[in-house]
């Protein structure tokens, strides 16, 4: 006898026509010939060199932006925060309405960047809270908007230190301890006492010193 006729679809094709489609469809995606990429527009992907002996801070923080992952993201907020040190009103075109004093090189390169640094309290509570002390501390920024809780986070740090634990803590068992988890820090409920005891007197003092006024 013959062989067994190929079954057909509904479409009338036969199944090794639908499979040999299918085949095209997939060797059409798989073997698509690339685009070329704008090399001006797309940064080349490579690491630090370690082997550099002059790599350096500057040229370690300078690879990330090509490092991709998140690497990338941090180098990206690097190179902002360089452009905002950098810059000064001698960067832009004066504008027609502008006085003789703005016209002044030396005034337009006085006027710098005004920068804003916002932070909330759970990195006052890490040790970020020592490089937002820098910052200040030297200037480095002009405008600081936080929380309340950020200034009370800094006071307690004066008063007490916060610890090293784990994300994964659970909070009940802390809580018997007497200890506060924020992420993977630890916070005595002693620091929080110590705070209320140094402020609460102030607190007393300044409502005492109102009512007298009214």
Same mark, same amino acid.
């Given at each position: ?92 075109? =004066? ?65 007490? =230190? ?38 609460? =007197? ?13």
């Amino acid at each position: 006898g013959g062989g067994e006729e190929e079954e057909m679809g509904c479409d009338g094709m036969r199944a090794s026509e639908v499979v040999s489609k299918e085949m095209e469809g997939v060797r059409a995606i798989v073997l698509k010939p690339s685009e070329s990429l704008d090399e001006s527009r797309f940064t080349k992907i490579a690491g630090a060199d370690f082997n550099d002996a002059g790599l350096g801070l500057d040229g370690l923080l300078g690879s990330l932006a090509s490092t991709g992952f998140q690497a990338s993201n941090l180098g990206d907020a690097i190179d902002v925060v360089n452009q905002m040190l950098d810059w000064s009103l001698s960067h832009e075109k =004066p504008s027609e309405d502008c006085d003789e004093a703005e016209l002044d090189p030396k005034y337009r390169e006085s006027v710098r960047c005004k920068i804003f640094l916002g932070f909330t309290s759970n990195l006052v509570s890490s040790g970020i809270r020592d490089v937002i002390r820098f910052l200040a501390q030297h200037h480095m920024v002009d405008v600081i908007v936080t929380t309340a809780g950020g200034i009370e986070e800094d006071l307690i740090k004066c008063l007490a =230190p916060t610890y090293r634990g784990e994300f994964s803590l659970p909070g009940a068992l802390l809580r018997s301890k007497g200890l506060n988890r924020i992420g993977n820090l630890l916070v005595p409920n002693d620091n929080y006492c110590k705070f209320e005891n140094w402020i609460m =007197p102030l607190f007393d003092q300044m409502l005492q010193e109102q009512s007298t006024e009214i």
